[in-house]
């Protein structure tokens, strides 16, 4: 089990970075939030889970251990292997998933790409009493939407784009986000971002 890893950002992609570690280079699947918080050169500390499958090992990577712990906790359920569950992660915050089922909130599990009405239901029942509380208050109340333009932005800069380069690249997303029904997903948003800016080039 790789608990986490630590070292310095040799390079980064639209749903992954690269640490070198010990002059080795760790593949880590990462969520826009957390991409959005690293630089290329500078050094970053991940908390990771390590996925074992037949045919791959796959290491997914956490700005803290709540994150990581929740990402495993919402593995228990049944049907959420690690894709799902960091897209859940990639939409909410862990303590925005645990005032979902808390409150037993549908619309914010459809939110994620990949879970319909009924697979909602399933996890708001199998979760209820495996993710706890909510341990924060600040965002309590506030919309699920809110600020998905300031994670697009941190993550193009996080990127390597110059601030007028993710400004263009915000303006030309938000018709897309705008026309989307629920949260707009930064994931998506980056990608089509990244579509852009490499069209402008």
């Known amino acids: ?11 980064l992609a639209p749903d992954a970075a690269v640490v070198e570690v010990g002059g080795v ?4 699947q990462c ?9 290329m050169g500078q050094q970053a500390k991940l908390a990771t889970s390590l996925v074992v499958r037949e045919d791959s090992l796959t290491l997914y990577g956490f700005a803290d251990d709540d994150e990581r712990q929740v990402f495993e906790l919402l593995q228990t359920a049944s049907g959420v292997g690690p894709r799902l ?14 005032r979902a089922v808390a409150t037993a909130d549908e619309k914010a599990l459809i939110a994620v790409p990949g879970i319909g009405k009924k697979g909602a239901q399933k996890l708001l029942i199998e979760l209820k009493d495996r993710l706890g509380e909510p341990v924060g208050t600040a965002a309590i109340g506030a919309p699920i939407s809110l600020g998905w333009r300031d994670q697009l932005h941190a993550a193009l800069l996080g990127l390597g ?19 989307t029904e629920g949260t707009p997903q930064v994931g998506q948003l980056l990608k089509l971002a990244l579509q852009s800016l490499n069209r402008a080039r």
């Not at 826009?32 to 918080?37: D, K, M, Q, R, S």
């Open 1 to 11: 089990m790789i608990a986490f890893v630590s070292g310095t950002v040799a390079a």
């Open 31 to 39: 969520t826009p939030n957390t991409l959005a918080g690293l630089r």
């Open 25 to 28: 280079g760790m593949a880590v």
């Open 161 to 179: 784009y110059a601030t007028r380069e993710a400004d263009e690249a915000v303006a030309a997303v938000t018709p897309q986000a705008e026309a």
């Open 85 to 98: 569950a960091q897209a859940m992660l990639a939409v909410h915050t862990p303590d925005a998933l645990r």
